[in-house]
């Protein structure tokens, strides 16, 4: 049982350059969720889809998009990179309460 | 104001001393709280969570929550070094997406 998959695990970018991230469930959760992590600033929500087929911005949506392909996978994309993007990513899923995790995508920008 | 917000710490405790970790939280409609517990490079692993005023003990762990005073807490006795962490909070406000806080490191020192 995976639980969540993100890939890849590790990546950098040249600023500008355009970028996927990918995330996967096993679990039939019907909530996803993308999240990037920074020194001292905790986790904050980037995006979040409630169900397949809906997507809703968070806290800090600007410069992603994302998509909910079908109830096991919503991707994160950059289309052009800035050094201000260079974090640690998460994604999570859920039913109810609590979420899960995936192992982080670690991404640098230069 | 962020909607929950720790001390950063660093928190040093002796082995098998008492890990006390505070959390308060803006939104008076948050009914779910977390405490995740995440190691140096991993993800966030859920730990405990609390819906009711009071106490709720789970091993080595207990998680205390004031509705009133708005403030959620995490012990930690006998603590170990494996206990060496960031300790993440999260509350679920109004709009049922988890807010997390900035985490508390701590450091158990043998």
């Known amino acids: 049982n995976a639980g969540v998959t993100q890939t890849p695990k590790f990546q950098v970018l040249k600023t500008g350059q355009s970028m996927t991230l990918q995330c996967a469930q096993d679990?039939?959760?019907?909530?996803m969720y993308w999240y990037r992590q920074d020194p001292g600033m905790g986790l904050r929500l980037i995006y979040y889809?409630?169900?397949?087929?809906?997507?809703d911005k968070g806290e800090v949506p600007n410069g992603y998009n994302v998509s909910r392909l079908n109830k096991r996978e919503f991707s994160l994309r950059l289309e052009s990179a800035a050094p201000s993007q260079t974090s640690v990513y998460f994604c999570a899923s859920n039913s109810n309460q609590p979420q899960h995790f995936g192992d982080g995508t670690r991404l640098s920008i230069l | 104001q962020k909607e929950v917000e720790q001390n950063s710490g660093p928190l040093s405790v002796p082995e098998g001393a008492i890990a006390s970790l505070n959390c308060t939280y803006s939104?008076?409609?948050?009914?779910?709280f977390f405490w995740y517990r995440q190691y140096s490079g991993k993800s966030p692993e859920l730990i405990m969570f609390?819906?009711?005023?009071g106490d709720k003990e789970d091993g080595r762990f207990t998680a205390q929550l004031n509705k009133a005073s708005q403030y959620v807490s995490l012990l930690i006795r006998d603590s170990q070094p494996s206990d060496s962490a960031t300790y993440l909070c999260?509350?679920?406000?109004?709009?049922?997406?988890?807010?997390f806080g900035a985490g508390t490191t701590v450091t158990v020192r043998a």
């Open positions: 609390i819906y009711s005023n």
């Open positions: 939104d008076r409609g948050s009914q779910s």
């Open positions: 889809s409630a169900s397949e087929g809906t997507t």
């Open positions: 679990m039939n959760h019907n909530s």
């Open positions: 999260a509350a679920v406000p109004n709009d049922y997406k988890l807010s």
